[in-house]
């Protein structure tokens, strides 16, 4: 099993309960490679490597701090592997450019970022993901949804490469992760970007201090106003934390005005709380060996690259350029 996560700095619930919380338990009964995807960050903001470093450290502390387990499963850095680089030249020469303008991440980057001459990084954004992936050959990539037509494209030029030179690739699966829905503080997605996130780091101070005036369902104006658990942010964060006798008096309070929105988030805070807490102290405890986290990544990095070097000793003998 194989999946990677860009360096964009501290993790936040939302790419914890979209990715990571996910891979620490599949670590349990599988053979996971998870990696810092430090190539890919360059792709839509490349003056932005002098901040890879950082990031990559924060977010590796957030792996650790999260579950992942070094002993069990192997992380490494993208750009210790520059095999990676070397697949994705040989795959680039296999991949129609068509096939990569139509996958829709490119065209919502370009759109959103209101690119007018986007790279040719960005282009091969998903090819270079190919490489990531084929590199070690895995059975199953474990990505949400958006990733999907990237994982299908890894399996088209998996076949394109085996059928112009001879089988080497076995096309993988997206396993799909059951993303809950989280919110942001203002009710949107949450996201880095839009300011409204929770962060693996944030003390229980700042996480109560983001709850309290979090969005909730617009139409409790005033406490005697009853309110819609469905339509709230809030709510939403109860399916995930709350035990189900405690969400279901939240929900009956709110449709009757019988509690207020702070009691409700009172009752959120103390489910969110503890486990955030346990994943906060143990991740302080990495952060503040930066020397330890490097390690356990060059280590990994390490492992990983003995792979790559197979599979590319591999993929040279059937490409055949050198006499
Ligand atoms: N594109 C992925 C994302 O944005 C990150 C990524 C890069 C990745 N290479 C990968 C994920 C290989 C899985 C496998 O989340
Ligand atoms: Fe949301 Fe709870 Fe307020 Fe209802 S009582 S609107 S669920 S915060």
């Known amino acids: 099993m194989l999946s990677g996560m860009r360096p964009t700095g501290k993790v936040h619930l939302g790419n914890y309960l979209g990715a990571l919380d996910n ?17 890919h960050a360059l792709t839509t903001d490349p003056a932005n490597s002098v901040e890879a470093p950082a990031n990559t450290l924060e977010m590796a502390a957030d ?20 095999e990676h680089a070397e697949l994705h030249l040989l795959f680039s020469m296999v991949t129609p450019v068509g096939w990569l303008e139509r996958v829709p991440t490119y065209k919502e980057m370009v759109d959103q970022l209101g ?33 999907v037509p990237h994982v299908e494209l ?15 690739f076995p096309e993988p699966q997206a396993k ?30 700042e996480i109560a201090a983001k709850v309290r005036p979090m969005m909730t369902d617009p139409a409790r104006k005033r406490r005697s106003d009853p309110g819609t658990p469905d339509l709230c942010p809030v709510f939403d964060l109860h ?9 279901e008096a939240c929900a009956v309070g709110c449709r009757t ?19 955030l807490g346990e994943i906060r ?16 990544l060059h280590e990994g990095s390490r492992r990983a690259r003995a792979m790559a070097r197979q599979t590319m000793e591999e993929v040279r003998g059937v490409v055949g350029l050198e006499p």
């Not at 890894?154 to 080497?168: I, L, Q």
């Not at 992760?177 to 970007?193: H, L």
């Open 63 to 82: 792996w650790l701090g999260a579950g992942l387990d070094p002993q069990r499963s192997t992380l490494f850095i993208q750009s210790q592997i520059p």
């Open 257 to 275: 005005a019988g509690i207020g929105c702070l009691d409700c988030k009172g009752v959120l805070l103390k489910h969110l709380l503890p486990p």
């Open 239 to 247: 399916r995930i934390f709350t035990p189900e006798a405690d969400r």
């Open 176 to 205: 799909l992760t059951e993303i809950p829905k989280v919110p942001g503080t203002d009710g949107r997605k949450m996201s880095k970007s839009y300011d409204n996130a929770i962060y693996l780091s944030d003390s229980s101070e």
């Open 281 to 296: 102290e143990r991740r302080r405890r990495f952060a503040e060996r930066p020397g330890e986290v490097l390690e356990v």
């Open 154 to 168: 890894t399996r088209e030029v998996a076949r394109r490469f085996n059928s112009t030179w001879r089988p080497v």
């Open 115 to 147: 690119l007018e001459s986007p790279s040719y990084g960005l282009l091969g954004y998903p090819l270079l993901q190919a490489a990531d992936i084929l590199m070690y050959k895995p059975q199953w990539v474990p990505v949400g949804m958006d990733q």
């Open 23 to 39: 891979w620490v338990r599949l670590q349990d009964d599988h053979d996971c490679f998870f990696f810092v995807a430090n190539w």
